[in-house]
């Protein structure tokens, strides 16, 4: 039987990314991409998809540092099925996440979130690249 989950977004973040630590110290960072869709509905509006992502550890960690609101990115991941108890009203809630295996910063050195020399030295030296 073939089985495989993966996932792969492009698009702008909604908002500054949640850069959190476990107790334990590893870095976990929330963040929402709207994807833009690739044709127009009649009235001339593009539908716009929100996909939650969650980053774990050293990525957890760049894209926290490094990106901001309306930077764009390019996302590989998984599928990750959450469940959980609404404290409020006792329901089943469920959600998909797309956990990030890989991620790639994606425009120009300014769009990016950090031009100069020492952002760019950092990024080198954790091999972080920037598709332009």
């Known amino acids: 039987m073939m089985s495989e989950n993966l996932v792969i977004v492009a698009g702008n973040l909604t908002r500054d990314p949640d850069l959190k630590y476990t107790s334990n110290g590893i870095a976990v960072c929330s963040f929402t991409v709207a994807v833009n869709s690739t044709f127009k509905k009649k009235d001339g509006t593009t539908e716009v998809t929100y996909v939650d992502c969650v980053a774990w550890k050293g990525r957890a960690d760049a894209i926290g540092t490094y990106l901001r609101k309306g930077n764009p990115i390019y996302v590989r991941g998984r599928l990750t099925y959450q469940t959980w108890d ?39 030296e954790k091999g972080l690249d920037i598709i332009e």
Do not use: H, Y
């Open 86 to 124: 609404d404290k409020q009203t006792g329901a089943k809630r469920n959600k998909l996440k797309v956990t990030v295996e890989n991620f790639q910063f994606v425009g120009s050195k300014n769009e990016s979130g950090g031009g100069d020399e020492v952002v760019e030295a950092e990024r080198k």
